[in-house]
T-cell receptor, first 114, second 112 residues
Framework: GAGVSQSPSNKVTEKGKDVELRCDPI?????LYWYRQSLGQGLEFLIY????????KSGLPSDRFSAERTGGSVSTLTIQRTQQEDSAVYLC????????????FGQGTRLTVV | DAKTTQPPSMDCAEGRAANLPCNHS???????VYWYRQIHSQGPQYIIH???NNETNEMASLIITEDRKSSTLILPHATLRDTAVYYC?????????????FGQGTILTVHP
């Protein structure tokens, strides 16, 4: 596809379960970002990938959160032992390298922990 | 902490120009000003960005003051579909890795 694709679009999980969220960036985009947006709040940075490496993980809220990227393309964000406060929309963005290039966002995955 | 400050809300009449201000008094020389908007339940949509010169595209115009400490996004002829949250953000490369830091944004309501 032409844009950033995220799946699933919605996920309901029970507290304590693990979840995986997927991001397919725009082809050729080496930079990939994950953000989280809680209800009524702004976007909170989680992690940045440059190719397959993650030089900035400063936004991950706890060690229950991890992410990986393979082949310089698809990325997965994993949340272990989910808690109710993890409920949010998780957004992925991709861009070419550098600050003078647009970053494009996917539609997000709405995670609800019950 | 976000490095930009925006009014929490603004109103605009349909067909009129919407002028959304943003303060970024601590902007660094290598930081670009980016604007995004987010319509309910959708991912943020890129609008426009600039470094120091004014920019215009099919969606909007961006006016950056000479000292770069503030900017204004202009939607020349607002429509009801422009009702959204508008985010002004800064973006730098290097050790900032191009990440966008979002504040609370401005809720723009366009009314008939």
């Amino acid at each position: 596809g032409a844009g950033v694709s995220q799946s699933p679009s919605n996920k309901v999980t029970e507290k304590g379960k693990d979840v995986e969220l997927r991001c397919d960036p725009i082809s050729g985009h080496t930079a990939l970002y994950w953000y989280r947006q809680s209800l009524g709040q702004g976007l909170e940075f989680l992690i940045y990938f440059q190719g397959n490496s993650a030089p900035d993980k400063s936004g991950l809220p706890s060690d229950r959160f991890s992410a990986e990227r393979t082949g310089g393309s698809v990325s997965t964000l994993t949340i272990q032992r989910t808690q109710q406060e993890d409920s949010a929309v998780y957004l992925c963005a991709s861009s070419l390298e550098g600050a003078n290039t647009e970053a494009f966002f996917g539609q997000g995955t709405r995670l609800t922990v019950v | 902490d976000a490095k930009t400050t925006q009014p929490p809300s603004m109103d605009c009449a349909e067909g009129r120009a919407a002028n959304l201000p943003c303060n970024h008094s601590t902007i660094s020389g290598n930081e670009y000003v980016y604007w995004y908007r987010q319509i309910h339940s959708q991912g943020p949509q890129y609008i426009i960005h600039g470094l120091k010169n004014n920019e215009t595209n099919e969606m909007a115009s961006l006016i950056i003051t000479e000292d770069r400490k503030s900017s204004t996004l202009i939607l020349p002829h607002a429509t009801l579909r422009d009702t959204a949250v508008y985010y002004c953000t800064l973006r730098a490369g290097g050790t900032s890795y191009g990440k966008l830091t979002f504040g609370q944004g401005t809720i723009l309501t366009v009314h008939p």
